[in-house]
């Protein structure tokens, strides 16, 4: 069975999702594409399939945020998969608020859904006049930006040059593989939006060595942000926006091999343990004994990966990214060479 | 035991739903698209119902006369009286913007239920809604008569069930865990509540004792659950395996070792027995409709291969006859002797 790509759009209000998604619907692309919008959506388009619903979560194993999924996503696309006039993608569209975690996870942990769906990516749209404000006090922007496989920095023509190069930065702390398009009125080639491929593990072993080089997060004093008296963080040398600090991405490389099994020992405990705080992991293994290739991604404690073809005459070098809440960089670099043989 | 195919009907797609009228004269059959489709015994077109826009959702008929609820995703219910003669122009209830994708008939056919969004809606025979339950967090995904008390219904929305009587405004009884449930079923004695829920589980709730059992184990979701009419044995289906608990007893299945039904190559996904009898229909995805006699053997009794995986299956009311639904638009009728 051929599956359905599913991109997830996702971004705070007001950021351009919506003109984005006109954008989609309405060039001329041969798509037959479904949309599921947030209930609050204003969607004018009437030739496409547009569906309106409530974000519905499923909660299971006592609620664990790795194994919640959209219940009114499977509701509605396992409807929708019976019909013989089926469509060529699905374009989910959260609200502002969402967390994009387990509109991915009903991809990867729902059966039929996994048969007959892949996600293709999760593209983020920024406000980029406005997104330093929700980075530093809401949980859900800094998420919509760490899950991202592409992020839409929109608004551009709002913003000088400096400030799009510092919020640019910024971002990439957050996010060390995502691809960042600079937009306005949410204006992009589409297929920098709608085959990305970002869950493709074929993909995972393209990470762009310039991502690794992200050592740390941006301090924030980086923000655009003018203090005042009636700022709640600590002023002086360092600023602490607890929100931000939290997320970011560390990558890891090395040259060499790795102990399979001390590799799949070391992960499989890292997302048992730190699952809920890792949101995307991407990966290129050199398994000793192995000719070939390893690749892998995850999202929290899911995680999959595959046989990546012959290292040949490359290098055999490791890369691993993880991007997530609360990383301990020294820690997960240990843990990472700890596995070399 | 043989299946003997008896006639085949086509309807425009993956077929949804099949409902024998009360007589067993007439069988609607709901594709998820397209005209909504009146059998008659022989397998005849009787009637072309119109279809509810994007999708369709349910056609069910009443328990006691020829009378026929459509719904579907225009958010409209369609009442069709007296479908044995011609049909006439069906009273049309909208209910509002959204998916109706179930319908059910009380035991007593006095009143009518479906689920708009959150809401379990009741209307009356002639179509007016008389009860609106809302109290649910997310949106109903099944609700069932209770068998013997036909004021009472019970609704899945979110993790368990929620009883309603009509008449009361908030619930009488909830049944709460903390995941999600899909399917609702009553034994017929009214004893038994079960749910199938997102993890591959099943929550029974025995009213006799209040009392809640999870049984968990299940390789897959469970995708399909039938009591036999005599409310001793409850068959689940969503795997290879059809799995039959046995509901006797003061404790019930709790404690006991289920028989496992074997025969399908792909998920059992529709599960039917014919009253007063222990033959259980299953459909598989695999394109195979089998009966088993779980009481006397676990493996296949009689099967038919059919040209693609089967959706639905339902027994005539009162022979020894079998329908049955697939993903492409089939409908078979076929001979169990």
């Not at chain 1, 702390?173 to 970002?198: C, E, F, M």
């Not at chain 1, 490791?318 to 596995?339: E, M």
């Not at chain 2, 999708?55 to 609820?69: D, Q, R, Y």
């Not at chain 2, 056919?109 to 708009?116: E, Q, R």
Request: with cysteine; hydrophobic share 40%.
């Amino acid at each position: 069975m051929t599956k359905v790509p599913v991109t997830i759009l996702t971004g705070f209000l007001g950021a351009g999702k919506t003109t984005l998604l006109n954008r989609i619907l309405t060039e001329q692309h041969g798509q037959r594409i479904a949309v599921i919008e947030n209930e609050f959506g204003e969607i004018g388009i009437d030739h496409e399939l547009v569906v309106q619903t409530d974000e519905e979560i499923f909660e299971m194993n006592n609620g664990c945020i790795c194994c919640t999924v959209r219940g009114d996503l499977i509701r509605i696309l396992g409807r929708l998969m019976k019909r013989k006039d089926k469509f060529d993608r699905v374009l989910v569209e959260t609200t502002g608020l969402a967390d994009p975690g387990p509109v991915v996870q009903t991809f990867f942990m729902d059966d039929d859904m996994k048969e007959q769906f892949f996600v293709d990516a999760i593209v983020t749209v920024v406000d980029a006049k406005h997104i330093l404000l929700h980075l530093d006090d809401s949980d859900e922007a800094l998420e919509q930006v760490a899950f991202a496989d592409v992020l839409l920095l929109n608004k551009c023509d709002l913003v000088d040059t400096a400030a799009l190069d510092t919020l640019e930065r910024r971002l990439r702390g957050i996010n060390a593989l995502a691809k960042i398009y600079r937009t306005t009125n949410s204006d992009i080639a589409l297929d920098k939006v709608l085959h990305v491929g970002g869950f493709n593990l074929d993909h995972a072993m393209e990470l762009d060595p310039q991502f690794l080089e992200v050592e740390e997060t941006p301090e924030p004093d980086h923000h655009d942000h003018e203090c005042t008296e009636e700022c709640d963080h600590e002023h002086g040398h360092h600023h602490h926006h607890h929100h931000d600090e939290s997320v970011g991405s560390v990558g890891i490389e090395a040259e060499g091999d790795v102990d399979g099994r001390k590799l799949n020992a070391w992960l499989s405990e890292l997302v048992r343990t730190q699952g809920q705080d890792i949101f995307r992991t991407k990966g290129v293994f050199a398994i000793a004994g192995n000719p070939d290739r390893i690749i892998f991604q995850g999202v929290h404690m899911l995680i999959d990966g595959a046989n990546g073809g012959p290292w040949g005459d490359r290098k055999r070098v490791n890369k691993l990214v993880f991007i997530g809440r609360h990383l301990d960089r020294a820690a997960l670099n240990a843990g990472f060479r700890g596995c070399l043989v | 035991m043989e299946i003997q195919k008896l006639i085949e009907a086509a309807a425009s797609e993956h077929v949804l739903g099949l409902s024998w009228s009360h007589d067993g004269a007439r069988l609607a059959v709901t594709p998820s698209e397209g005209p909504i489709l009146v059998l008659d015994r022989d397998g005849k077109i009787a009637a072309e119902l119109p279809d509810h826009g994007l999708g369709n959702g349910a056609a069910v008929f009443h328990p006691f006369e020829p009378k026929l609820a459509t719904c579907g995703t225009d958010g409209r219910i369609r009442l069709y009286e007296n479908l044995c003669a011609p049909p006439r122009p069906p009273r049309e209830i909208t209910l509002g913007k959204g998916w109706l994708e179930r319908l059910a008939w009380s035991l007593d056919g006095a009143h009518l239920a479906t689920a708009l969004g959150r809401r379990l809606l009741i209307l009356d025979e002639a179509g007016e809604i008389t009860h609106e339950f809302d109290a649910h967090k997310s949106s109903v995904c099944d609700f069932a008569w209770n068998p013997r008390q036909p004021e009472e219904i019970a609704s899945v929305a979110d993790g368990g069930a929620t009883m309603w009587r009509l008449g009361e405004e908030a619930p009488f009884a909830r049944f709460d865990w903390g995941g999600a449930s899909l399917l609702a079923c009553w034994s017929p004695d009214g004893r038994w509540l079960v749910t199938g829920d997102q993890t591959p589980s099943v929550h029974l709730y025995d009213f006799t004792r209040d009392y809640p059992l999870h049984i968990q184990g299940y390789e897959t979701k469970v995708k399909a659950l039938a009591f036999n009419s005599a409310s001793r044995k409850l068959a689940t289906g969503g795997g290879r395996l059809v799995t039959v608990w046995n509901c006797t007893g003061k404790t019930g299945p709790e404690g006991t070792i289920p028989k496992q039904l074997e025969g399908h190559t792909g998920d059992s996904v529709a599960l039917a027995y014919r009253r007063g009898s222990d033959w259980l229909a299953s459909g598989g995805t695999d394109g195979r409709l089998i009966v088993f006699e779980p009481e006397s053997s676990t493996r296949p009794r009689a099967s038919l291969a059919l040209d693609a995986g089967v959706t639905c299956v339902a027994w005539h009311p009162s022979e020894p006859l079998l329908a049955a639904g697939t993903e492409s638009g089939a409908v078979e009728l076929v001979a169990v002797t």
